[in-house]
């Protein structure tokens, strides 16, 4: 088989890098292992109920008036219209550490609020660091600089500087401790500036939406096809030999399986220097009954917790660290949700992928593992937004290794690698990545990456005019 | 194509970028870009679009030449004059 343009990935980066390739050009093959598409944002069932397996929100809210934000640029590109998404703003969020909580929501002036309110001295220095980040171009390619140096030069109080990381971190840092500063500043803008917000549906509609997107401008979706080697000659990708032992040869190939992941079909591995361990994650599911919308926070549709401070965001020395994380209760938007008679309450933390590792040895042991980190889980996240254990109908947990298992991201590593490829550059001539390694983040990150990698290197024509010559 | 059928061209296929877009009014001497509202990554689908539908390769470094409809018409004249 041949094709001009290979996408391997269905995920969100992949489907918009195949959207925006079809969209202007014919012979478009998108690849993907599984038996659906969404990568780290898909969904399965599991007693008859649909279970998303990422999304807890999306970010860059903005209103329909303001045309260049990442989100209306972005659908104008995928030719998706606003209507299509059905867009459902958070009823706020909150950062809550012991010694206070901030509020936030899809105004800015909340969270500027809040701040007078528990740090009226850092006022002036917030002011001046939101000022500073309006001056930055976060989507230039450069060195890591470290957010909590560049924070804490504008906000003294160590307790504001972790609370405004907290999040960061959580909903996009690959590293340990600290986030890439132009990373920060993509995140800032994307959850506190402009907000959080759901679609009508679930991802299963917004994954149908872009596949339909990419079949109806001629693109072929092939799933359950995996990628055992990217076959090279003289720095050139020639062809992809598929896991069935199918050679595809192609013109042009877009890897948004990320870096590791895609060096490893070339038989190379990553030399540069790295940062630190890849993170992992578990995340415990509760499905409950709709009457716990009269116990648990009705205006909070995220609350990012840390029960200590100094906030810690590395590898566990335990299979999960339950000293921080993530409650989400994708309920509280403005009007979803209300006519369901279950509900979801959602935890995410920090975990050791090693620890998961050894504890599959045994069936037995992974077993009850994951059972302790769902109650634990449970029971923190009670003393955080009250008591609902009496109202679980069921719950599910993914741990680094389902994580792994499902999306390939080696080590269950949901936001990469730690050392990120901006350009999507990597030394083959028509080989580009996209997608999680190129320090772009969450749902519409993974979008915008797969449409600038796919206008910058392979739709704008950066030869020079023919006509220029005479 | 004739120039009025050119301007006509870019009109469609804007209408097609943005389905939001308000023709009435629109200057042909005036950039596009201000009085459409319109960014680089809109242009970037004028330009992707008429590779599209006519097969012609506009390089990044001629874009400015399709600031306004006039000269959109004038740089692509040559171009689709047999179409």
Redesign the interface.
């Known amino acids: 088989m041949h094709a001009r343009f290979v996408v391997i990935g269905g995920g969100l980066s992949g489907l918009a890098a195949a959207v925006r390739l079809a969209?202007?050009?014919e012979n478009v093959l998108l690849l993907e292992q599984h038996s659906r598409v969404g990568g780290l944002n898909s969904y399965y069932y599991r007693n008859s109920r649909l279970i998303e397996t990422g999304l807890h929100a999306i970010t860059n809210y903005s209103e329909r008036s303001q045309?260049?934000t990442p989100l209306n640029?972005l659908l104008?590109?995928l030719k998706i219209?606003r209507e299509e998404v059905g867009i459902h703003q958070q009823l706020g969020s909150a950062v809550r550490f012991p010694q206070c909580t901030l509020r936030f929501s899809n105004d800015f002036g909340l969270l500027q609020e809040e701040i007078e309110r528990c740090f009226g001295a850092q006022v002036d220095g917030f002011n001046r660091f939101v000022a500073h980040l309006d001056t930055i171009n976060p989507f230039l390619a450069t060195p890591f600089i470290s957010a909590r140096q560049v924070v804490s030069t504008y906000i003294t109080d160590p307790l504001l500087v972790d609370m405004l990381l907290c999040p960061m971190c959580y909903y996009g840092s690959s590293i340990e401790n600290d986030v890439d500063f132009h990373q920060y500043v993509i995140l800032f803008r994307a959850i506190f500036q402009e907000g959080l917000f759901r679609p009508r549906a679930t991802i299963r509609e917004f994954l149908e939406l872009l596949t339909d997107r990419f079949t109806a401008f001629g693109g072929t979706l092939r799933l359950k096809t995996g990628v055992k080697r990217i076959v090279t000659r003289n720095n050139a990708v020639a062809a992809l030999e598929l896991d069935n032992d199918e050679i595809i040869t192609c013109e042009q190939v877009v890897s948004t399986i990320g870096l590791d992941e895609t060096l490893r079909l070339l038989g190379e591995t990553d030399h540069r220097p790295q940062r630190g361990q890849r993170l992992a994650f578990s995340e415990s599911i509760f499905v409950v009954q709709a009457g716990v919308r009269q116990r648990v926070p009705d205006d909070t549709a995220c609350l990012f917790f840390s029960a200590h401070h100094p906030f810690i965001y590395q590898r566990p020395t335990d299979a999960v660290d339950f000293r921080s994380g993530v409650i989400s209760l994708p309920f509280n938007f403005n009007g979803l949700h209300g006519d369901r008679d279950t509900l979801e309450i959602r935890t995410t933390h920090l975990a050791n992928y090693d620890l998961w590792r050894e504890a599959t040895t045994e069936p037995e042991r992974y077993r009850r593992l994951k059972e302790s980190s769902v109650k634990q889980s449970r029971q923190l996240a009670e003393s955080l937004i009250g008591p609902f254990a009496d109202l679980i109908l069921f719950h599910d947990s993914f741990s680094p290794l389902t994580i792994e298992r499902y999306t390939g991201k080696r080590e269950g590593a949901i936001y990469g690698s730690p050392a990120k490829v901006k350009d999507g550059l990597i030394g083959y001539e028509n080989l580009i990545l996209a997608g999680t390694d190129q320090g772009y983040l969450g749902i519409i990150g993974a979008l915008l990456s797969g449409?600038s990698m796919v206008?910058n290197h392979l739709?704008?024509?950066?030869?020079?005019?023919p006509t220029r010559e005479d | 194509m004739t120039r009025a059928d050119i301007t006509d061209l870019i009109v469609e296929i804007i209408a097609d970028?943005?389905?939001e877009a308000d023709f009435d009014n629109l200057d042909p001497e005036k950039p596009l870009r201000d009085q459409l509202?319109l960014?680089s990554?809109?242009f970037?689908?004028i330009v992707?679009?008429l590779?599209?539908r006519y097969k012609i390769?506009?390089?990044?470094?001629?874009y400015p030449q399709l600031a306004t409809l006039n000269s959109c018409a004038t740089y692509l004249e040559p171009m689709l004059k047999d179409v």
Do not use: A, G, T
Request: hydrophobic residues 25%; negative net charge.
């Open positions: 969209r202007f050009n045309r260049h640029r104008r590109q219209r449409v206008n739709l704008i024509n950066h030869q020079p005019s | 970028i943005d389905d509202d960014d990554m809109d970037l689908d992707m679009e590779r599209k390769q506009i390089p990044e470094e001629d």
